[in-house]
């Protein structure tokens, strides 16, 4: 069994090591190659080329990188090709995934695209093309197939692996030990995202608001999860020359622990969102796009959805407060952070919605998708041997 997988970010490169773990106990002696990061390298991705090559994000970062990109892509499609695997699967990363998988499928390959688009977000009409690029879409969230059932589309709701690696109740005591923070600080998270473009324009507005929470609240601890010792240098520039007060501590990668240590948290949209609700702490959310991708995105009115940030869209209400571009600033995010700490019946009521979020998505989700896909290639194969016949 060869299975060829791409996985663009940290995000898709975790799900994609789960996965592949997961496909290994239905196929053992399978062959795992493609884009891959750490995670998936260490659970056993031979990485033609590593998911930093592809970390680019908005309209304007895209296109100054697009010579590079499209070069990747045509080389890795050729290389995907003569390597003939029996799958193809694409784990996040849907611009560039869909793409190639529509080229492959074109030449007779089985494509699968794990973790949907968010066409339901942006650009509904594009639905209808999917299908032309996969021949299954594996659903983190249970509201996606119903979407995906209107244009003919295949999906299935597989669940969130974070769900399932994350236990329901976290040990903050435990956490804080192994961080060495005392039991009764005042914690506060600052993960401003996992690609340089996020750090870059979050970096400023996140060590403001830290150095502004310092000045509220004496003796409030502040760190900060970083993914690359890169990314952990340009944070540190910022907060250093902004937040000096704050004395922000950089930890190196982490993440989960400073979650599970935070009394809240201030987070970069994305997947990271997802996994501050599974440890049940309170969040604050900021996304900052390019000037001109953002101009794009609400002069066309691209925008379909009211939230962005994954707890909102899940419960359908605002659940935790959100800034976009210009809105999410030091002074903002440092007043709806101190909404959390001054409220503490808040933080219990959003508790309680995200523990009934953490039992939704818990379906045992890697298992489950591979389970999936393994479907799918006995399908393949029970036509292909009839139409032999």
């Known amino acids: 069994m060869r299975i060829a997988l791409v996985a663009g970010e940290a995000s898709g490169d975790a799900l994609g090591a789960g996965l592949i773990d997961a496909l290994r106990q239905r196929f053992p002696g399978a062959q795992f190659a493609g884009v891959a990061g750490p995670r998936m390298i260490a659970a056993g991705c031979n990485a033609w080329f590593h998911s930093e090559q592809l970390g680019v994000m908005g309209l304007t970062e895209v296109l100054r990188h ?30 560039f995934n869909l793409g190639l998988a529509r080229r492959l499928k074109k030449q007779g390959l089985r494509t699968v695209q794990y973790v949907s688009p968010q066409v339901w977000a942006w650009r509904q009409g594009r639905a209808r093309t999917i299908g032309d690029s996969v021949d299954l879409i594996l659903c983190l969230f249970p509201f ?50 996992s690609r340089r473009g996020e750090v870059e324009r979050l970096a400023e507005p996140f060590a403001g608001a830290a150095e502004l929470m310092a000045a509220r609240y004496p003796g409030l601890v502040c760190i900060a999860p970083m993914v690359t010792p890169a990314l952990r240098d340009l944070f540190a520039g910022h907060c250093a020359s902004v937040a000096p007060r704050a004395a922000v501590r950089l930890l190196d990668g982490k993440a989960r622990l400073a979650l599970a240590a935070a009394d809240a948290v201030l987070v970069a949209s994305g997947t990271a969102t997802l996994e501050t609700a599974l440890c049940k702490r309170p969040m604050v959310v900021a996304y900052r796009l390019g000037a001109i991708t953002a101009f794009v995105l609400r002069t066309l009115g691209l925008v379909k959805v009211k939230h962005f940030s994954q707890p909102n869209l899940l419960a359908g209400k605002e659940l935790v407060p959100e800034f976009f571009q210009e809105q999410a600033n030091a002074g903002n995010l440092a007043d709806a952070l101190a909404n959390w700490f001054d409220h503490p019946e808040r933080v219990t009521r959003v508790q309680g919605e995200f523990a009934a979020i953490h039992e939704q998505l818990r379906r045992g989700g890697a298992e489950l998708a591979a389970a999936e896909i393994a479907a799918l290639l006995t399908a393949w194969t029970a036509s292909a041997e009839a139409e032999a016949r």
């Open 66 to 95: 697009l010579p590079r990109i499209l070069r990747l892509r045509a080389s890795l499609q050729r290389r995907i090709l003569e390597w003939r695997p029996d799958v193809f699967i694409g784990v996040d990363f849907k611009e």
């Open 144 to 193: 996606e197939p119903d979407f995906y059932r209107e244009y003919g589309v295949r999906a299935t709701f597989v669940g969130h692996p974070l769900a399932d690696q994350i236990p329901l109740q976290v040990d903050r005591a435990a956490a804080r030990a192994e961080l060495g923070i005392s039991a009764g600080a005042r914690v506060l998270a600052l993960l401003p995202g």
